[in-house]
């Protein structure tokens, strides 16, 4: 992400925060001199896969499954987006995916400019499921 003028700019210590911020660079600007909104989606891409990992840990597949967006304005400049992940939210998560069924769950991130202006909205879905061998027949997690 790095080359696309992504970068983290912050996660907390309990991996419930994220930050991310994306350079206006010519590698990432159309024809307007605006942002491509392709570098705008991007810069979404991953962050609640990667703090649901933390919480629910290697028992769990985790995948963006899908996402859309709305360009609400044109972006210039450096852009931000800010990610929140609530400890109630993750126990509600964790007990859908106990029955190994699939947990399809829709996270919305907005995409701002220094001056907190919306330049975008970008919804998430990721698809969350207790792997197969961390099943018992019963649809109950095994016990370690």
């Known amino acids: 992400m790095w080359g696309a003028g992504i970068s983290v700019q ?13 350079r206006m660079g010519l590698t990432n600007r159309n024809f307007m001199g605006t942002h491509f909104g392709g570098s705008l989606f991007a810069m979404t891409d991953m962050m609640y896969v990667f703090m649901l990992l933390r919480y629910l840990g290697e028992d769990h597949i985790i995948w963006d499954q899908s996402a859309r967006i709305e360009f609400v304005k044109p972006g210039r400049g450096n852009v931000y987006a800010e990610f929140y992940l609530t400890e109630e939210r993750v126990e509600v998560i964790r007990a859908k995916a106990a029955s190994g069924e699939k947990c399809l769950e829709e ?19 990721v698809y969350i499921r207790l792997k197969k061998n961390r099943q018992s027949t019963t649809g109950k997690s095994q016990e370690d």
């Open 107 to 125: 996270f919305a991130v907005e995409v701002k400019d220094k001056e907190g202006k919306l330049i975008a909205r970008v919804h998430r879905t």
């Open 10 to 22: 912050e996660v907390s210590d309990d991996f419930r925060y994220g930050k991310v911020r994306l």
